[in-house]
């Protein structure tokens, strides 16, 4: 399943566009720009299939630093400043990691 089939291609490219620059991602923001915001709970956890790309049931710290590739090829990886305070955000539990639970939350807040 792609990305797309989902979300809206013009919405994600308007939404990578608002971000170019190191330091100007903002989670909330980009969810409701690309539309996710709006999503059910089976679309948000579609998207968190995609987003976690070994597959581990969650999106560690690694795949938050490539997040804007998924949607992408040519977008730019999160600053470290910026991941860091994303995986703050999604992680409630303080596992160092955000569960799909945990993305549902951080999409819907």
Same mark, same amino acid.
């Given at each position: =399943?792609?990305?797309?089939? *989902?979300?809206?291609?013009?919405?994600? &490219?308007?939404?990578?566009?608002?971000?170019? !620059?190191?330091? /100007?991602?903002?989670?909330?923001?980009? @969810? /409701? =720009?690309?539309?996710?915001?709006?999503?059910?709970?089976? &679309?948000?956890?579609? %998207? @968190?299939?995609?987003?976690?790309?070994?597959?581990?049931?969650?999106?560690?710290?690694? &795949?938050?630093? $490539?997040?804007? #590739?998924? @949607?992408?090829?040519?977008?730019? !990886? $999160?600053?470290s400043a910026?991941?860091?305070? @994303?995986? !703050?955000?999604?992680?409630?539990d303080g596992?160092? #990691? *955000?569960? %799909?639970? &945990?993305?549902?939350?951080? %999409?819907?807040?």
């Amino acid at each position: =399943m792609a990305i797309t089939d *989902i979300l809206s291609a013009k919405d994600i &490219e308007s939404a990578l566009s608002s971000c170019q !620059a190191d330091n /100007s991602f903002n989670h909330k923001s980009f @969810f /409701s =720009m690309i539309g996710l915001s709006s999503k059910n709970a089976d &679309e948000i956890k579609k %998207v @968190f299939g995609i987003l976690d790309r070994d597959k581990s049931g969650f999106i560690e710290e690694d &795949e938050l630093h $490539l997040l804007l #590739k998924n @949607f992408s090829s040519s977008a730019r !990886a $999160l600053t470290s400043a910026e991941t860091k305070a @994303f995986l !703050a955000a999604g992680d409630t539990d303080g596992d160092g #990691k *955000i569960g %799909v639970e &945990e993305f549902q939350s951080l %999409v819907k807040a």
